[in-house]
């Protein structure tokens, strides 16, 4: 009865952090559908550019996971002051690590060609790099706003909000790509310059939203604008730092893997293009409910009801589960015909069902390593985790790949399989130290 009731609440929150992350991955979609379209070496540029964006963009994604952590421990210990600080100081981190982004990166387009990727996808890559650089900016903005939403156990607005800003997305692309409605063909550009409006537009609605929220109010910052206080910024580092080392292991393994396909030509780079935008699409469901179980394990924790700990962590494992099962079968029957959606050149079609049927295959220790991993952080254990994941990748992972890539003469199907031996590495690395930290004890011990 207890792992009912943690999964029924479980999914609560987390029905709409699942759709709403799965929305968010529609931007990247409907660029991938639109841009394969325009044809294989524009594609090949979008895979580079993504492969170069997803690193630093996942990097913050990571640094303001703490948000989530200490405004659920607040909520459930009733201290608001404390929740409002955390939101503040959150989206400050937010801000200035876009703009310091965008300024590293603007150096890194210039240099582009160093990369060892076919000249022709390098020239089309730069420009479209910058744009999407810049967009990171109010991406990782709202993205702390969200979090501190979600952790109040607010989720459908800010769901609304991040859905309207994929519509508002796809019809720009619709009219900025190919020219339509008097504005003029951006072309493979206007892919970038639409997700930039759109991500810009979901930080408008954010803040207009939290500043009316009168059920919010008291754990919404009366001032946004502010002295920082240090003590909040390092505390939120103490989780965000090394989960985002953690999840940049993770996420520099599979854009690695992106750049190494440049090695074996353009059709290589389109087939992996589409099979990471059909894996991530397929990872924001598990991703979502990670971030549930974020929450829920940090309020339990945060109010010291140590006996909830492992019901909810079971009942995370089991829905984690589920999902991966129902999305193995998805890409074994459907492989190569969501493939065709994307392109029409046979020879890519052919080798995204082959990378298709490894996502498959690893999907379940996928989705079991990222509950994991976002249940430790809901207890403050992120540290330890960070090694685990760069273990799992950079030294199982990505050699395994090479090896199976050059060594055998694999090509793009041993990179896939490199990647498939990291995530079960960090699957049973991860599962254990969770199933450790969530026995029945004082909740001051588990940090």
Not at 432 to 438: I, N, Q
Request: hydrophobic share 55%; aromatic share 10%.
């Amino acid at each position: 009865m207890n792992l009912f009731h943690e999964s029924r609440l479980t999914l609560r929150l987390a029905l709409p952090l699942m759709i709403g992350q799965l929305s968010q991955m529609l931007m990247g979609v409907v660029d991938t559908l639109m841009v394969g379209h325009l044809g294989v070496t524009q594609l090949a540029a979008l895979t580079f550019a993504n492969s170069l964006f997803h690193i630093p963009f996942v990097f913050g994604i990571g640094l303001l996971s703490g948000i989530s952590v200490f405004t659920s421990n607040s909520r459930g210990a009733n201290d608001a002051a404390s929740a409002r600080g955390s939101c503040r100081h959150g989206l400050y981190l937010a801000t200035a690590l876009g703009l310091v982004l965008f300024a590293i990166t603007w150096v890194v387009s210039m240099h582009l060609d160093l990369l060892g990727q076919p000249a022709a996808v390098t020239a089309q890559t730069t420009l479209f790099y910058r744009i999407l650089m810049a967009s990171a900016v109010p991406a990782l903005a709202s993205i702390a706003l969200k979090n501190h939403a979600d952790a109040l156990n607010r989720p459908w607005p800010s769901f609304w909000i991040f859905l309207g800003g994929v519509g508002l997305n796809i019809v720009l692309n619709w009219v900025m790509i190919r020219g339509r409605l008097g504005c003029p063909a951006f072309g493979f550009e206007g892919a970038a310059w639409a997700t930039l409006i759109s991500r810009t537009a979901i930080l408008v609605a954010m803040f207009v939203w939290l500043a009316h929220a009168k059920d919010l109010r008291e754990w919404v910052p009366y001032h946004w604008f502010r002295a920082p206080d240090f003590k909040d910024l390092r505390r939120l580092l103490s989780i965000g730092l090394p989960a985002s080392v953690q999840m940049i292991c993770e996420v520099c393994a599979f854009s690695l893997a992106g750049l190494i396909m440049g090695r074996f030509g353009s059709d290589s780079m389109a087939a992996h293009q589409i099979a990471i935008t059909l894996a991530a699409t397929a990872f924001m469901i598990p991703l979502g409910l990670s971030m549930a179980l974020t929450v829920r394990i940090g309020e339990a924790h945060g109010a010291g009801e140590s006996q909830r700990l492992r019901p909810i962590a079971v009942s995370g494992w089991l829905l984690g589960a589920v999902i991966s099962i129902i999305a193995a079968a998805l890409f074994f029957v459907f492989g190569k015909f969501l493939a065709s959606l994307f392109i029409d050149a046979p020879q890519v079609i052919a080798l995204a069902g082959q990378l298709l049927m490894i996502v498959g295959v690893f999907q379940l220790v996928d989705s079991l390593q990222v509950v994991s991993a976002a249940m430790l952080r809901g207890l403050q254990d992120a540290r330890v985790p960070a090694i685990m994941g760069f273990a799992s990748y950079w030294l199982v992972g990505l050699p395994v790949g090479a090896g199976l890539a050059f060594g055998l003469h694999l090509q793009a199907i041993g990179v896939w399989w490199g990647l498939a031996a990291g995530l079960l590495i960090a699957c049973i690395t991860l599962g254990p130290r969770l199933w450790r930290k969530t026995r029945t004890r004082p909740a001051a011990t588990l940090a």
